[in-house]
């Protein structure tokens, strides 16, 4: 439990920065989401995609996280239907429901239960899942927008996003052996070094805008569950129909039980849908997995 806590930390030392100077200062968040959304993070994606070798292992892994990740969205619909909830309400469960911050959190939780072997799977995951949030993720942003007019906006602003044209492009350059090196090598990487904490920080600082006494505690109860419960089961189920070594099937488990993603904070910060609701899920299911992952742990190992 110590060695876990002393991983996850300097990912809550990075929102606490966000958190404090947002109380002392008071930033934009708007223009600063709008920067690491539309200006870093293609960067990084390119990055992890260009130095990413595809294998047959992706095939099983882009199954496992579509499936997931739209038996989640279901479920959401499901649970909306029941409570009545409105498209934008929908979408910002949808956010903070069915992406996992398999990045940030899951990589190094990965590496200290299973090794530099769960590491190479974790980092492929988060590859992929980096991929379906910034088109499935940005496509239930837009759509839960004040500003939505219908599906097509959404489906443009997932054409907008430079995230997917990012990736797009690091895998053209890894497939034609594209090499990039010197100044050109050493730029990519400071931007795309800088994409990760930047996220976190804007995630702290509109943690520190919100309340969570205005947050409706029976909605945020549902996608707690969801997040934290069911996800874990379904991506359970879903390993028993792959062919796949035990290791990576704990891992997909694994991934799945991680708390909500930062990126789909920033998503309903860009887009106004919900976004205190999805900031404070990302919160409330980051300190719950303090406790839920020690236990899926003991199960798993």
Not at 146 to 172: F, H, Q
Not at 265 to 280: H, I, K, N, R, W
């Amino acid at each position: 439990m110590l060695e876990l806590l002393s991983i996850v930390l300097p990912v809550f030392v990075i929102f606490s920065i966000g958190f404090i100077w947002q109380k002392v200062i008071g930033f934009d968040t708007q223009s600063l989401s709008t920067m690491a959304l539309y200006l870093m993070s293609p960067f990084l994606v390119f990055r992890t995609f260009y130095e990413t070798t595809l294998t047959k292992t992706y095939g099983y892994m882009l199954v496992y996280t579509l499936v997931l990740c739209f038996t989640l969205i279901a479920f959401v619909y499901a649970v909306s239907f029941i409570k009545k909830y409105n498209m934008r309400e929908t979408c910002g469960m949808i956010l903070s429901s069915a992406f996992m911050n398999n990045g940030n959190y899951g990589t190094p939780v990965a590496l200290f239960a299973f090794g530099a072997a769960g590491l190479d799977y974790a980092v492929v995951l988060m590859v992929i899942q980096q991929l379906v949030m910034c088109t499935v993720g940005i496509y239930y942003a837009a759509k839960g927008s004040p500003e939505n007019d219908g599906v097509s906006s959404a489906i443009r602003a997932v054409v907008r996003m430079p995230i997917l044209y990012g990736a797009i492009a690091g895998v053209l350059f890894q497939q034609l052996d594209i090499k990039i090196g010197g100044s050109i090598a050493e730029a990519l990487d400071l931007v795309a070094d800088s994409a990760i904490p930047t996220i976190m920080i804007i995630l702290g600082m509109q943690l520190a805008k919100i309340s969570l006494r205005n947050v409706q505690v029976e909605k945020l109860t549902y996608s707690l569950l969801l997040k934290l419960f069911v996800s874990p089961a379904i991506a359970y189920v879903i390993t028993l129909f792959l062919p796949i070594d035990p290791m990576l099937k704990s891992i997909m488990i694994l991934m799945a039980a991680m708390p909500s993603a930062a990126n789909t904070t920033m998503y309903a910060l860009q887009f106004g849908t919900e976004p205190d609701f999805v900031s404070s899920a990302t919160l409330v299911s980051t300190l719950l997995s303090l406790i839920t992952l020690p236990v899926l742990l003991a199960i798993l190992l």
